[in-house]
């Protein structure tokens, strides 16, 4: 008797021992794809800033995400430019989206309508200045105007030729992308999915599904 | 019988290898160049700037969290105050931006440069605090949100603890203040 229970102890401890360690590799996994992902886009040209943002509203499901938005749209980026707001760190970008697919919303296909994203191409002179001045040596001029891809959690804004699905909420005369990069997803064919934010890998969910299942959901919420 | 005992040695093995504490902090890698304070033999400073003001109680009550730990577990951190831009190391300030969807956002700056904390230490911080986002929580949450930026700043990345100042506010953060593993990730930086 005196041996089960013992046994029983050794077990939980035994199970609580493995909880732990896969906590570990999972962390680890998430480091190596993070710098993996830094490594190839350093090749592409850019130099890469990369922002800790924080949300408090979470868009965790369609249901939220519908919820929010004035349009659910798949669609192609045509052309994108950046904005900049006074005495404010990260620029945005406004992108210009051609409608290929309507899932929800009062826009037709073909139509081209603006989102604007917190993030995106800057140059290293903007950086520096926004930086509040704290003893940035002053650059020279190729330095000044080498491009920067300002990231937000390790994400991109928008570039021209991306195919994005986007649930968008109405904001002035143009489209914000609903909750940040929450409300945005990766098209390959018929599968969906959002990018998960650096260092969240564990926690985000991606929402990954097909096409067809997301316009299906987001319908039946809409009625 | 003979595979009880063995089934025992083996988990009495897992357990001696893998020490159950240590494991609910992430780090970045990388950390402040000088520091957090040094048990007070090197104090560091933070800075408010004019558009903060409004949040100023609330960030003064999120660094005396941090700093006021030893209930729990002490740590070197030793932060004040200062009203010289110039000596202070994180800098606050707000904006009021709906088209932007982050609350609170943590820059990391090297001479010369903005950097990203997995790749290189960082010489200070600058926290932007947006209003029209803290907008959608109570006080008591947005002091937790400061206190979020704040392990930013010295150095803490996010981890899924719910119990963590460092779980993000959105995937359930039960605590406005740093608890047990977040001391206990500074103390793995900067001890
Ligand atoms: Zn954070």
């Known amino acids: 008797m005196k041996k089960g229970f013992i046994l029983m102890g050794i077990s939980a401890i035994l199970l609580g021992s493995f909880v732990v360690v896969s906590a570990f590799s999972t962390n680890t996994e998430t480091n190596a794809t993070a710098t993996k992902k830094t490594t190839d886009e350093t090749a592409s040209g850019f130099i890469t800033v990369d922002t800790h943002a924080d949300i408090v509203r979470a868009y965790n499901d369609i249901p939220s995400l519908t919820k929010a938005s004035a349009i659910v749209i798949e669609g192609d980026v045509m052309s994108t430019s950046t904005k900049y707001y006074k005495d404010e760190i990260a620029p945005c970008t406004l992108s210009q989206v051609k409608v290929s697919k309507v899932i929800s919303g009062d826009v037709k296909i073909g139509d081209v309508v603006t989102f604007q994203e917190t993030g995106g191409i800057t140059t290293q002179k903007y950086v520096s200045e926004r930086s509040r001045g704290r003893d940035f040596p002053p650059l020279s001029e190729v330095e000044e105007n080498k491009q920067v891809d300002f990231k937000i959690n390790g994400l991109s804004a928008m570039k021209k030729d991306e195919k994005v699905l986007l649930f968008g909420e109405r904001y002035q005369d143009i489209y914000l992308v609903v909750g940040g990069y929450q409300g945005k997803f990766k098209v390959d064919g018929n599968k969906i999915e959002r990018q998960s934010p650096k260092g969240d890998e564990s926690f985000y969910p991606t929402l990954k599904m097909s096409q067809s299942s997301l316009v299906n959901e987001v319908q039946q919420l809409k009625k | ?191």
């Open chain 2, 1 to 191: 019988m003979k595979k009880r005992l063995s089934l025992l040695l083996s988990a009495l093995a897992v357990v001696l290898f893998f020490p159950i504490e240590s494991s609910a902090y992430i780090l970045y890698g990388h950390k402040l160049t000088n520091g957090v304070g040094n048990w007070g033999k090197n104090r560091q400073y933070y800075y408010l700037h004019d558009s903060a003001n409004q949040y100023k109680p609330l960030i003064k009550n999120a660094w005396n969290t941090w700093v006021n730990s030893s209930s729990i577990l002490s740590t070197p951190i030793s932060f004040r105050e200062s009203t010289n831009k110039k000596a202070s190391v994180v800098e606050f300030f707000s904006i009021n931006n709906p088209s932007k969807k982050y609350a609170g956002m943590t820059y990391f700056y090297r001479y010369k440069e903005e950097v990203e904390p997995e790749k290189s230490n960082w010489g200070w911080t600058e926290i932007e605090l947006n209003q029209a986002e803290l907008k959608y929580i109570g006080e008591t949450d947005q002091q937790g949100t400061i206190a979020h930026e704040i392990g930013h700043a010295m150095g803490l990345a996010h981890n899924g603890n719910e119990f963590s100042v460092m779980c993000q506010f959105a995937y359930g953060r039960k605590t406005s203040r740093p608890l047990l593993d977040d001391y206990k990730g500074i103390n793995a930086i900067y001890n």
